[in-house]
């Protein structure tokens, strides 16, 4: 019959280091008239020397918890993979048809809803939104009643941006590379132009 020996787990070394612990314990406490009291240092040397035999890859000082000992390697990475490479948070809002914002994942401000012509927002996301995926949807019920299709377009000088009409940021540059023009129409198919509410989304 061939016997198969898997490597401890971190609790059952944990446990095995606990009885070496208490087996030592008793011998300090009570010591017998054969027995000799075993010094705080032999004990910690006994129980090193018991992890490094029960599981010789187990790094207690990096891992917080017994259940991450035999994953956690570095607290400085996500599965090896340094925090600024990992994928950066989706932006998002909710704007009314008179260009205020209702809700919003935080740091977009509304630069910008001309009067004239009808269905501008010039938002501001205080990030890039170049190279990165954009949605827009309605908000039903709104103004009309099914609104038309709706159009995004970063602002600025990228491949995928549009150079944007200055008024988009009266105090600023709406071509800083941080904003995105949407554009709103009324009843689709229709192309007219027209103030409707929406939600807009920036996903890096």
Avoid at 49 to 78: E, I, N
Avoid at 101 to 117: E, F, K, N, T, W
Avoid at 189 to 204: C, G
């Amino acid at each position: 019959m061939n016997m198969r020996f898997t490597r401890p787990s971190p609790a059952t070394v944990i446990a095995a280091t606990a009885l070496v612990v208490a087996g030592v314990g008793t011998a300090i406490a009570e010591p017998g008239p054969s027995s000799k009291a075993v010094s705080q240092q032999a004990v910690k040397r006994i129980v090193k020397q018991q992890v490094k035999k029960l599981a010789p890859d187990l790094h207690v000082a990096r891992a917080r918890t017994a259940s991450h000992a035999d994953t956690a390697t570095d607290a400085t990475t996500l599965q090896g993979v340094a925090p600024d490479k990992m994928q950066k948070r989706v932006r998002w809002a909710l704007v009314s048809s008179n260009g205020s914002l209702l809700a919003q994942s935080g740091g977009i401000v509304v630069s910008a809803h001309p009067a004239s012509p009808d269905g501008l927002y010039y938002l501001d996301f205080g990030v890039t939104t170049a190279g990165k995926a954009i949605t827009v949807t309605g908000l039903y019920p709104s103004a009309s009643a099914a609104p038309g299709p709706f159009a995004a377009r970063p602002c600025g000088s990228a491949p995928d941006a549009a150079v944007c009409n200055a008024n988009g940021d009266p105090a600023g540059d709406p071509n800083d590379g941080n904003h995105l023009l949407v554009v709103t129409y009324d009843t689709n198919p229709s192309t007219v132009q027209t103030d409707e509410p929406f939600y807009v989304a920036l996903i890096p």
